[in-house]
């Protein structure tokens, strides 16, 4: 499975940007999706995670209310949408893949098998 996050960039707080995440290699209607980041000198950390179906999304509380996790299982793609962003927002963004979804592997986001390159969000102050 093969994963490629796009859509990064600089940004001023209070901006938007939508990430994207293409899904080759696989079926991509068999995996539930995710997005993390990792700022610098952190950990990495969950962000959104999503059902096969879409029905289900989960997250994290830091972004709950401004970020929207979407997929297009025609597309092979995920997306995170990030709206009033946030100078803490500042992180490289990774899309990953998990070939046994659960609720609760996805409300917590764990169990993640598959990673893709990450994409660089940077908010302005």
């Known amino acids: 499975v093969q994963l490629q996050a796009s859509g990064g960039g600089l940004v001023q707080a209070g901006g938007s940007l939508r990430l994207s995440c293409v899904v080759s290699?696989?079926?991509?209607?068999?995996?539930?999706m995710g997005w993390f980041r990792q700022a610098p000198g952190k950990e990495r950390e969950f962000v959104a995670t999503?059902?096969?179906?879409?029905?289900?999304?989960y997250y994290a509380d830091s972004v709950k209310g401004r970020f929207t996790i979407s997929r297009d299982n025609s597309a092979n793609t995920v997306y995170l949408q990030m709206n009033s962003l946030k100078p803490e927002d500042t992180a490289v963004y990774y899309c990953?893949?998990?070939?046994?979804?659960?609720?609760?592997?996805?409300?917590?986001?764990?169990?993640?098998?598959?990673w893709g390159k990450g994409t660089q969000v940077t908010v302005s102050s």
């Open positions: 290699g696989r079926t991509f209607s068999n995996y539930g």
């Open positions: 999503i059902s096969i179906s879409g029905g289900s999304t």
């Open positions: 990953a893949a998990d070939p046994y979804p659960t609720a609760a592997r996805l409300a917590r986001g764990v169990g993640m098998d598959y």
